[in-house]
Every structure is written in structure tokens, then in C-alpha cells.
């Protein structure tokens, strides 16, 4: 529990015994580089016996995460709320692992983010306490399951973004006939952006329509700064500035019009010092204001994208944190060298990340032990090849493990349903996560 000058942080909560339920699961077929042999344990005894994915029968390719480097990019983020007085409520759709969403709420989050009501489902069949959905809820039956879900839950608490006047409408419709308020974020955007009101003045109508209806209860503000800015060039930031300055107005203008606590969320994984920044400032006194920081991709980090935007990544713009590390490995075999110059590995599109860029190899496994690898450049990615373009001298061989960071990591969980998590030598499995996409 976190307290600042407005409000109390209380962190959010996840069912241990659902998370137990699910490592009962087994092993099997489905899961891809897991080992044959395995197939039939549960999840929870294979992790027992402390298998190393080079010697017990794991097979490319294999993603794999790095425990050491996710605690600490966990506790970074943790410091930075804490210190800064700013709830975070990371975006689940990353990873889709509540196994991971557990390690962030144990270290304070305040609930998780979701993306798609299908999300919410998954967060809520682990006992997720607290949803944020940072998108509209416009299906009449997902309205009508959250009013169900917290009727049968007192505890759970949700709220979603809203945009627009057929969305009160088709609100309005879905709860006729009951008497549960759907909490909203009035959520702005602005001109290319994505979703959201355009500006300030045309969301201060919505927000008093909002506050008009009886279906609706206005909880706060919120929107997402990197659909308006991109790179960390000095324009992209004074863009994220000039988008977080707007969001404070909008809350001032609707001052008189929220009921109760105002929440006031932004914040993705490339410009969360702004975040942290602008909206802890000082609020209108008699205002109480919980301010939301909502980055995901903070939890594995990755060696490409975020590597180059993040305000911890090579590119540091925030001061007194330590930089944040890759998490996420990906192995594969070479599996055909038919050039000097190529090289094919057993891993493509199926398998990692290529929509913010191509993964990048970078250590081989040689006699037992994990070394640097030069010379070795991925060029291109079929669905289950990637070539490597090799320079003179490149030692590599068909059968090696080639170890690759990617770029980007929300597109990399999404192609594995169980993901070994590794002890500090890079072999030793502690546990097994599990995605539900």
C-alpha cells in the first residue's frame, strides 16, 4: 500500500490457488520445444525436476525467459511508481500470463490492464481483482456480463474507455432493467491518432452526457500517448507532452462533474517518464486524482524496439533507475548452411516477432557453456526459416544453438503457450509460464 498526497495505492490481487490449478496441467504435445518425454506431467512437476532445456530433450525452436532480468525490470517499474506516487496497472495483452501478472502484483501493481473483453475473461477466470480496459465496451453482452461479474463478486473492480455517444447508447440499452453503473474513462485522442475524442471541448460534452446517465458512472480520463507520437526524437516527445497536457485540462474542466475518486491513465512502454512526470504534478485541491500508468512490455523489455524507445533502453532519458534488460531469448538450430554466406535457422515468422523488426542473433552454445556470437545477421523470415547472412570467418555450424533477442515482445508471446523461465545460467528451468491468448 503506497499513499501519496490524494489517495491510498492498494495493490490488486490474484487467485493462488486458480494459478496452482493451472500448473496441474500437463505437458503434452501442444507445446512446442517442450521435450517428448515430458509429455504427460503436469506443468508443475516437470518445472519440479529442474530440467536444462540443452540436456533433457528440449527442442528448437524455444522461446525462453530469463528470471533474474524480469525481477529486476519488475522492481525498476515498481521504484519508479512508487517513488513518483503513480498507480500501475501493466497491459496484460503483452504476455497473457498470469503467472506473470502475479510477479507484478506481489511487487504493487494496482490491477492489469486488458485490451479486449476476451482479455477480461482470462484475468477474471485467475481472480484478477482490479480491470482496467483501455478500450470502448461496445457488445451488448460483455456490458451485461461485467454487470453480472460484479454483482457476484463485490470486490472485483472495473472500468473501461469510452468515446463516443452510441457508446453511452449501447450501455444504456445493455443495463436497462438493472441498477449496476458501468464506470468510464472519457478517453481522449487526437488528430491521426487511434481511438478516442479529438479534443478537448468535444470530450467535456461526453463527459457530461456521461455524468447525465444513469447506466454510467464517470470514473476518470485516460488515453494513449503513443498513438500520437513515435520515435524519441525532441518533436515525439513534445507531442507526448502536449497529449498529457491535454488530458490534465480535460479532468479540469470536468471537475465539478466526477462523483468520486478520478482516475487519469496514459502511458504505454516507450514514454512512461512523461507519464510518471505530468501527471503526478500538482491536481486542484478537493480533486482527488489517482493517476494510472499503463506499460506492459517493461516486464521482458526486448533487444530491438523497445531497446531503442524506452526512457530505460539504450537511449536513458530518465535519471537514477538502472537500465532496463532483455528477458526474452529465443533458440534455434542452424539448420542447413547451403552458402558461405547463409546460413538457415530453425525458427520464423510462427515464432518470434517481425512487425517492429527482425530478431537479432546474438550467442551460440558451444562445449556446455553460452558465448558471444559476431558476424551473424538475420535478413529475412519465412513462416519457420530465418536466414542469417554470415560474414567471412562467421563459425557456425548445422546442428549449433544460436540464441536471438527479439524486437517486440507483444508479438512474440502470443506464438508460445508454455514458456520455460530460466535460472542465472541460462539452462536450469525454475518454472514454466503459461499464456492464454
Same mark, same amino acid.
Given at each position: 500500500m503506497v499513499k501519496t498526497d490524494n489517495v491510498?495505492?492498494?495493490?490488486g490481487t490474484i487467485d493462488?490457488?486458480?494459478?496452482?490449478?493451472?500448473?496441474?496441467?500437463?505437458?503434452?504435445?501442444?507445446?512446442?520445444?517442450?521435450?517428448?518425454?515430458?509429455?504427460?506431467?503436469? !506443468? $508443475? +512437476?516437470?518445472? /519440479?525436476?529442474? =530440467?536444462d532445456i540443452f540436456a533433457d530433450g528440449f527442442h528448437s525452436p524455444l522461446l525462453v525467459l530469463d528470471d533474474a532480468a524480469m525481477r529486476h525490470n519488475v522492481d525498476v517499474l515498481a521504484r519508479?511508481?512508487?517513488?513518483?506516487?503513480?498507480?500501475?496497472a501493466p497491459h496484460g495483452k503483452t504476455t497473457m500470463a498470469p503467472r506473470?501478472?502475479?510477479?507484478?502484483?506481489?511487487?504493487?501493481?494496482?490491477?492489469?490492464?486488458?485490451?479486449?473483453?476476451?482479455?477480461?475473461?482470462v484475468y477474471r477466470a485467475f481472480g484478477v481483482s482490479r480491470v482496467l480496459l483501455a478500450n470502448q465496451?461496445?457488445?451488448?453482452?460483455?456490458?451485461?456480463? !461485467? $454487470? +453480472?461479474?460484479? /454483482?457476484?463478486? =463485490?470486490?472485483f473492480e472495473f472500468s473501461c474507455f469510452l468515446d463516443s455517444p452510441a457508446g453511452i447508447e449501447i450501455a444504456e440499452n445493455a443495463l436497462a432493467g438493472t441498477d449496476f453503473q458501468l464506470p468510464v474513462l472519457i478517453e481522449l485522442g487526437g488528430t491521426g491518432g487511434r481511438t478516442g475524442v479529438r479534443d478537448v471541448a468535444a470530450a467535456v460534452e461526453l463527459a457530461q452526457a456521461v455524468a447525465a446517465s444513469p447506466a454510467l458512472r464517470l470514473a476518470g480520463v485516460g488515453g494513449y500517448e503513443a498513438a500520437l507520437a513515435?520515435?524519441?526524437?525532441?518533436?515525439?516527445?513534445?507531442?507526448?507532452?502536449?497529449?498529457?497536457?491535454?488530458?490534465?485540462?480535460?479532468?479540469?474542466?470536468?471537475?465539478?462533474?466526477?462523483?468520486?475518486?478520478?482516475?487519469?491513465?496514459?502511458?504505454?512502454?516507450?514514454?512512461?517518464?512523461?507519464?510518471?512526470e505530468v501527471l503526478t504534478e500538482p491536481w486542484p485541491a478537493g480533486l482527488e486524482v489517482l493517476p494510472v500508468l499503463r506499460s506492459g512490455a517493461y516486464l521482458t523489455h526486448d533487444s530491438g524496439f523497445y531497446e531503442g524507445l524506452s526512457p530505460l533502453g539504450a537511449h536513458q532519458r530518465l535519471a537514477g533507475y538502472e537500465r532496463l534488460r532483455p528477458a526474452m531469448r529465443l533458440?534455434?538450430?542452424?539448420?542447413s548452411k547451403p552458402d558461405a554466406d547463409l546460413a538457415l535457422l530453425t525458427l520464423g515468422r510462427r515464432d518470434v516477432s517481425f512487425d517492429q523488426g527482425l530478431p537479432s542473433a546474438e550467442v551460440i552454445r558451444?562445449?556446455?557453456?553460452?558465448?558471444?556470437?559476431?558476424?551473424?545477421?538475420?535478413?529475412?523470415?519465412?513462416d519457420q526459416h530465418a536466414y542469417c547472412a554470415l560474414d567471412p570467418g562467421a563459425d557456425i555450424r548445422v546442428g549449433d544453438w544460436i540464441g536471438l533477442g527479439a524486437s517486440h515482445p507483444c508479438t512474440v508471446f502470443d506464438k508460445w503457450q508454455l514458456i520455460p523461465v530460466l535460472d542465472t545460467d541460462g539452462a536450469t528451468v525454475l518454472e514454466f509460464v503459461r499464456t492464454y491468448f
Open positions: 491510498t495505492i492498494t495493490p493462488p490457488n486458480a494459478l496452482a490449478e493451472a500448473d496441474e496441467l500437463p505437458v503434452d504435445w501442444r507445446h512446442k520445444g517442450m521435450p517428448p518425454a515430458a509429455s504427460g506431467t503436469s !506443468i $508443475a +512437476a516437470f518445472a /519440479a525436476e529442474r =530440467p519508479l511508481a512508487d517513488a513518483r506516487g503513480i498507480a500501475l506473470l501478472f502475479e510477479r507484478q502484483l506481489r511487487a504493487g501493481a494496482w490491477g492489469i490492464t486488458a485490451a479486449t473483453f476476451s482479455q477480461v475473461r465496451l461496445v457488445d451488448p453482452v460483455a456490458i451485461a456480463w !461485467i $454487470a +453480472a461479474e460484479s /454483482a457476484r463478486d =463485490p470486490g513515435h520515435g524519441a526524437e525532441a518533436d515525439a516527445l513534445s507531442t507526448v507532452d502536449g497529449y498529457l497536457r491535454a488530458l490534465r485540462e480535460l479532468v479540469d474542466r470536468c471537475a465539478t462533474l466526477f462523483p468520486g475518486q478520478v482516475l487519469v491513465t496514459a502511458g504505454g512502454s516507450a514514454y512512461f517518464d512523461q507519464v510518471a533458440w534455434a538450430r542452424v539448420s558451444r562445449e556446455g557453456k553460452t558465448v558471444p556470437l559476431s558476424g551473424v545477421t538475420v535478413t529475412k523470415l519465412n
